[in-house]
């Protein structure tokens, strides 16, 4: 090794000093070998752990019923006050426009004619599911539970029209709800426990709107609302 060392400024420096002995060559790879055996290891070890837990969540699983269900060939029951289509019930219904009122996105109509004795026939009720958001606030607002929430949930049409929905449709889709539960309601509660307790509602005025053609009613919307 030579006794005299070169700086960085190139400059020979002191005999005395000496450079720092430079470790062999076989130091290094030894030295190497054995971090790299033990890196292998490691990963080894890591990688061994991960599929025993992979297999132990397997096997505590395999002897489970299993929680996915066939759809479309099964179903699963909607929960009580599911936030789901509404049904709408005309048996209950006053036509008070309560929900109606509450709607954010007003896509509930309701027209009535005054009776005889004071109350309310319901002429027209339509809902347009194409924009109803579902928040329920029309279902909170009824005073009479006649508007629900526990329709179904699939509601996929090819024809987006046919998400508005008259009277008629309304009707048909909840008899045939009443029919598939026995009498029982989304809510969970049947005819004789929700009795339809009524004040005789008076009938709702309509009043000329200044720059408006004809009446304004509960709810007036643009468009396929506006047909008679």
Known sequence: MMDRCISANNSPRSPSLRCPPRPPSA???RECRTRSGRDR????????????KGMLVTFKHIFR????????????????R?????????????????????CPDGCILVQTSP????????DRYEIDFRICM???????????????????YDDAVYVFEDMYRDR??????????????????????????????TAMPTARGRFPVAGSDGSFGPQH???????D
Request: net charge negative; with cysteine; proline share 6%.
């Open 27 to 29: 130091m290094l790879r």
């Open 41 to 52: 290891r490691g990963g080894t070890v890591a990688y061994g752990m991960g599929i025993a």
């Open 65 to 80: 019923q299993p929680i996915t269900v066939s759809y479309p060939e099964e179903e699963r029951d909607v929960p009580v």
């Open 82 to 102: 599911a936030r789901t289509n509404l049904l709408w019930f005309e048996e209950r219904c006053t036509g008070c426009s309560t929900c109606a009122q509450a």
């Open 115 to 122: 009776r005889e004795d004071g109350t309310l026939n319901v």
């Open 134 to 152: 579902y928040c329920g606030l029309c279902t909170e607002a009824c005073p009479y539970q006649a508007i629900q929430a526990g329709g179904r």
């Open 168 to 197: 008629d449709a309304l009707s048909r889709e909840s008899q045939a709800y009443l029919e598939r539960t026995g009498g029982t309601y989304p809510n969970g509660q049947r005819q004789d426990e929700i009795p339809l307790r």
């Open 221 to 227: 919307l643009p468009g396929k609302l506006d047909r």
